[in-house]
């Protein structure tokens, strides 16, 4: 099972929900869920029974938007391990240039 996290806070037609679709096209069971306060607990319960979790934001100042970093924030104060978990993220980025990724990696990296 799959978990994909939608950190865009623009919600809905975010460019993160246009990749997230990408991929829910090419798997068959998964969970799809829009970062808001109040439903950190739904997501987790989904992150507990998932194999896979994808985690997709836009690039905000190189760094992951507010809500991505409160979701993490969330994790780690409650002790979420997901080290037997496959983990990708989904960086869109506005710039031509690669490297403002860089800073938003390491911050995902430190989770």
Known sequence: MYTLINGSPKIVNSNSENFL????E???NFNLFYLKKGNYESILDSIYK???IV???PLYADSPTSITLE???YLYDNNIN???KNCYIIINCGFRE???NITALNI???F
Do not use: Q, W
Request: no cysteine; hydrophobic share 40%.
């Open 82 to 84: 997901l080290n037997k």
């Open 55 to 57: 985690l997709a934001f």
């Open 71 to 73: 979701f993490l924030d």
């Open 98 to 100: 690669g490297i403002h």
């Open 108 to 110: 995902i990296k430190r």
């Open 21 to 24: 679709n990408k991929v829910s």
């Open 50 to 52: 998932s194999d896979t």
């Open 26 to 28: 090419k798997i068959k």
